[in-house]
């Protein structure tokens, strides 16, 4: 037996003592702050009786069961909150308050929200200074920069939603709850990322979702963390943009190219998900085999033609017709045409193919020694100009080549210009055929005699000619014979001269004289000339002229005496 404090023996209790502490603990009034759990008996038109215990019912205003909408939101045997409302009367019941006890209960799971750092779902109300105001079963304040982890440009897109949010501040008594939205997702993204770090590796195949768009790519969202898919692993084939692909917020399957742990990037592929269309490609489009495509684009080198989805050849404009002329492909071809083409070379491991579309018809040089040969005239028209001379097309496909040296005889010319224009037509003589290298040499001073053999074959060494300087070196000087012929008349033939260093040269440009032929090479198309010898052959011819004249004169003398003797006798 147990002994009290005053040392006397304690009497046993009855065996039924504890079962009668919990029959009249019943009877024990709660307090008034108390929180009750009581059980929804019948629901009325205008009241909810509910059994809190205590050996009594209580009755509740079933307007504070009703939604926004008016809807009663409890039936019969629903567990529900309710606090003792000593405010208010009801005959036979008592009075009891659903709003009281889940405001009371509300700041209870706050607090301890706040404590444990929980995160609770609340409704964005709307749009107030500085933030959002959000229902978190009492009206919580959000400022704007914890909307989101990123900057949010437009914040009325929350506004009606239902969100995660993490309590940041609670003051009971004054009825202000700070949350924050960015805190609850960095949670959630962190909490995702560590198991999705464990998972990931490289050539691993996972699912995400498309969660942003740019030109170069997508990133998608694996659970935490984001991969970014770059537009050329989106499709073997030929992508613009990421958007003729993906939508944001789609789910697809990608494959982990490559992954660094430590600066958690990733990069992702989807189309090393199917086989690489360019594997068997040699055996697809062998050499010289024809095949046909879309051009998908032009460039100013050629364009680009699509055979296979992921599969693309180039015919360079050079190979696309046989004439030089062509300035652009796009004078041939536009995106969107369908081509057939001829295969000129595969490079599998390069993914290159070498298309051409001339040569879906005979190349017009294997016959040109056939339908031309060396000495016959064309006509053609002027295609191109250079400094060194004219393209001239006598057909298509077909350009001979004017050297500048081949324009006259007479004159000399700088440029062709000088002689022809840009889309004239003319004619030629056709001087050299090369087929194989596909070269034509033209001529068009040879449609007229050479100036230099008709003056040769009219004139010899020991002629007297006349000329006129045309211009002056520092050994002679330059005289124009006839068109397109000049003789050199050295300064040694010029009578008079010295040759002293700085004397003045003994002609001037434009004088005209006679000269006398000394040499001359129709090889080098070379006339040498001399004005001293001419001066001597004019002053040989005086003084025969003048002894010609002595001697007429004395034959008249003679004569005149002979007529007076015998007019005497």
């Not at 609340?122 to 400022?143: E, S």
């Not at 704007?144 to 993490?166: E, F, T």
């Not at 001269?497 to 434009?510: K, M, N």
């Not at 002229?545 to 005496?561: F, L, N, P, W």
Request: charged share 25%; proline share 4%; aromatic share 6%.
């Amino acid at each position: 037996m147990a002994v009290d404090d005053s040392g006397q023996m304690e009497q046993p209790l009855p065996e039924n003592y504890e079962n009668l502490l919990d029959d009249y603990s019943h009877f024990a009034p709660p307090s008034a702050d108390e929180v009750l759990q009581g059980t929804v008996l019948t629901v009325t038109s205008k009241d909810v009786i509910v059994d809190f215990g205590y050996k009594s019912e209580g009755i509740v205003p079933i307007e504070e069961f009703a939604g926004p909408s008016g809807e009663v939101s409890v039936k019969p045997g629903d567990v529900v909150d309710v606090m003792i409302d000593h405010a208010g009367q009801a005959e036979g019941y008592v009075t009891l308050s659903h709003a009281r006890a889940a405001r009371l209960r509300i700041w209870d799971d706050l607090d301890k929200a706040y404590q444990e750092q929980l995160t609770v779902s609340g409704r964005v109300l709307g749009r107030v200074k500085g933030g959002l105001a959000v229902d978190v079963g009492v009206r919580a304040f959000m400022p704007g920069s914890q909307a989101d982890p990123r900057p949010v440009h437009n914040m009325d897109s929350l506004i009606g939603q239902d969100i995660p949010v993490k309590i940041v501040k609670v003051n009971r008594r004054r009825g202000n709850v700070v949350v924050s939205r960015k805190l609850a997702i960095e949670d959630e993204v962190n909490a995702r990322k560590s198991v999705t770090l464990e998972h990931l590796d490289e050539g691993a195949v996972v699912t995400g979702i498309v969660k942003n768009l740019t030109d170069y790519g997508a990133f998608v969202d694996l659970g935490g963390i984001d991969g970014l898919l770059h537009v050329t692993d989106m499709s073997y084939g030929r992508v613009n943009h990421p958007a003729e692909l993906l939508h944001v917020g789609q789910e697809i399957a990608v494959k982990i190219l490559k992954f660094d742990r430590a600066k958690e990037r990733v990069s992702l592929g989807m189309k090393q998900l199917a086989p690489d269309p360019w594997e068997a490609v040699a055996e697809r489009y062998p050499a010289n085999s024809r095949v046909i495509g879309r051009v998908v684009n032009v460039t100013d080198y050629g364009a680009f033609v699509e055979l296979d989805p992921g599969v693309e050849g180039l015919i360079h404009i050079s190979e696309m017709t046989w004439s030089r002329r062509m300035k652009h492909p796009s004078k041939v071809v536009k995106p969107g045409d369908q081509v057939e083409a001829v295969v000129l070379e595969v490079h599998a491991k390069e993914r290159r193919i070498s298309l051409g579309l001339k040569q879906l018809e005979a190349n017009p040089w294997t016959t040109v020694d056939e339908r031309y040969s060396v000495g016959s005239v064309v006509e053609g028209r002027v295609r191109n100009m250079t400094d060194f001379g004219a393209f001239i097309e006598i057909e298509e496909g077909i350009d001979g080549l004017v050297h500048v040296s081949d324009l006259s005889w007479t004159k000399r010319v700088k440029h062709p210009s000088e002689i022809l224009k840009k889309g004239q037509t003319v004619q030629a003589v056709i001087l050299h055929i090369d087929s194989a290298a596909c070269r034509l040499s033209l001529g068009i001073k040879q449609l007229q005699p050479d100036a230099w053999e008709t003056y040769f074959q009219q004139h010899q060494v020991g002629d007297t000619v006349h000329g006129r300087v045309c211009r002056l070196a520092s050994f002679g000087a330059f005289v124009e014979l006839a068109e397109g012929v000049e003789g050199l008349c050295h300064f040694s033939e010029v009578p008079g001269y010295s040759g002293r260093r700085g004397s003045e040269p003994p002609l001037a440009v434009g004088q005209e004289m006679d000269f006398k032929i000394i040499k001359m090479s129709e090889a080098e198309k070379k006339v040498g000339l001399s004005l001293r010898a001419a001066a001597d052959d004019e002053e040989k011819n005086r003084l025969v002229d003048y002894q010609r004249q002595a001697q007429a004169a004395t034959s008249t003398i003679e004569e005149v005496m002979s007529l007076k003797d015998r007019q005497a006798k």
